[in-house]
């Protein structure tokens, strides 16, 4: 199943920290709601933004910050998974009938603006719960017409029992096994929801309502006001408890026929070389005591990381037809021989090691791992260890190393609704 890495055939576009100006609660021009190519259904005075520990979040929720750190971390990502698949933004088919396209969790929107920009018969709407700048995205990218949406995706919060969810981490290898599907799965999935059926034992007088005051009950899930005909999602692990709604949402709004795409990354940590080393002289100990330390403040906050949602089963279960899933493998570090290969292996080493903090942060300060909350001076001490750790590493193994090193693999995986659905 896994491909060698690919050669890829677009050069890196130079990237520099974006300064202009922000669109968002920490910027004057907040209010703005249209700029040259999109619209924005919300304004983003209209949404709460909290500082912590140095970082700009959405809410109180979601861990990932979005700030300028963030975004410009993100825009380097972009251009990495545009690498791996050799220019190309998707492993579906866009065909002439694809009319509109959904990109949920697009963050500062540079896959959907690139979408736009390569499909333009295509409408395309990005959804988000957080305020990016996306007039640098359209700035940098060009003029794709997206519609961008603000909107929380996530409708139906965390699971009531953590403590159970938890404590399926003890049978769980996070560095071996970030994709199982069985750890997440709760067969307490409905337990405390009361049914919602009526009594048919009621009498006539226990039936009769007031018309006037009868309010249609709010319906949980996305509300888009028509179909799509592509549903893209990319990174999106963390943000939600509830896959399996996530999957039905996605495939209730999309038309038949119609295409879901999911993408993330893994990362495993490299095998050891000697097996018989002593668990204390495994390379990378801050690394992977930050990673064991951040899946398990995850698994407390109720919102899991790990790739386990892109199981195939997920989408089967939704109802998909040809699940499919395509894997890339992306150097991790400086050590490939070929040019092209060592530079997406660099860009690719910037967005893991600046993605440390972000991913940990907020995790560890507000849950911690199994043994206590961390204070954001330890988080970030840590990670510059660990940083240390890879940039030791990377000096060490370039040269020695050359035909296969350290691989992050990505993957993305497709669902089609049937024609008939
Ligand atoms: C790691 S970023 C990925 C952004 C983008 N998809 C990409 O690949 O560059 C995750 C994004 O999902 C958004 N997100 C997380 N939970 C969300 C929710 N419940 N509703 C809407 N957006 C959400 C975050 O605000 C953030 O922009």
Not at 27 to 53: A, G, K, M, P, Y
Not at 267 to 295: C, G, H, I, K, W
Not at 370 to 398: F, G, M, P, Q, Y
């Amino acid at each position: 199943m896994e491909e060698e890495p690919p050669q890829p055939d677009n050069p890196a576009r130079d990237h520099t920290a974006a300064q202009h100006k922000r669109a968002r609660a920490d910027s004057e021009t907040s209010t703005s709601v249209e700029s040259i190519h999109s619209t924005r259904t919300l304004q983003s005075e209209d949404l709460e933004f909290v500082q912590e520990n140095d970082r700009i979040y959405a809410n109180q929720t979601y861990f990932i910050p979005c700030d300028q750190t963030e975004q410009d971390r993100l825009t380097i990502q972009h251009q990495v998974y545009v690498y791996a698949l050799k220019g190309k933004l998707t492993t579906t088919k866009i065909t002439p009938s694809t009319r509109r396209i959904l990109d949920l969790g697009t963050g500062p929107g540079n896959w959907a603006v690139a979408i736009a920009q390569q499909y333009p018969h295509a409408e395309v709407v990005g959804i988000d719960m957080a305020v990016w700048d996306l007039e640098t995205t359209e700035g940098e990218t060009g003029s794709g017409r997206v519609t961008w949406e603000i909107d929380d995706l996530d409708v139906w919060g965390v699971e009531p029992d953590i403590d159970e969810l938890t404590s399926r981490l003890e049978h769980y290898d996070p560095f071996r096994d970030p994709a199982a599907r069985h750890l997440t799965d709760s067969s307490s999935r409905f337990k405390g929801k009361e049914p919602q059926t009526q009594s048919h034992s009621s009498s006539v007088t226990e039936l009769s309502f007031d018309p006037y005051i009868l309010k249609p009950e709010a319906q949980p899930g996305w509300h888009f006001s028509q179909p799509f005909d592509f549903i893209h999602a990319r990174c999106l692990s963390g943000a939600f408890a509830h896959w399996e709604d996530v999957y039905a949402e996605i495939y209730k709004n999309l038309m038949p026929g119609g295409w879901v795409e999911i993408a993330a990354y893994e990362l495993v940590l490299p095998e050891m070389e000697n097996s018989t080393s002593e668990p204390d002289e495994f390379p990378f100990q801050s690394l992977r005591r930050l990673y064991r330390a951040m899946m398990t403040a995850s698994f407390k906050s109720g919102r899991p990381l790990g790739t386990f949602y892109m199981h195939p089963t997920y989408l089967e279960d939704a109802g998909f037809k040809d699940v499919r899933t395509t894997y890339v493998n992306v150097p991790v570090g400086t050590w490939p021989e070929d040019e092209e290969q060592k530079k997406i292996g660099k860009m690719f080493l910037v967005v893991f090691m600046e993605s440390l903090e972000p991913f940990c942060l907020r995790l560890l300060t507000k849950y911690g791992d199994a043994e206590r909350i961390w204070t954001a001076e330890e988080v970030r001490e840590v990670v510059e260890k660990a940083k240390n750790e890879i940039l030791e590493w990377d000096a060490r193994i370039e040269g020695v190393r050359r035909k296969e090193g350290w691989c992050a693999n990505f993957k993305w995986v497709v669902g089609r609704k049937s024609k008939n659905a």
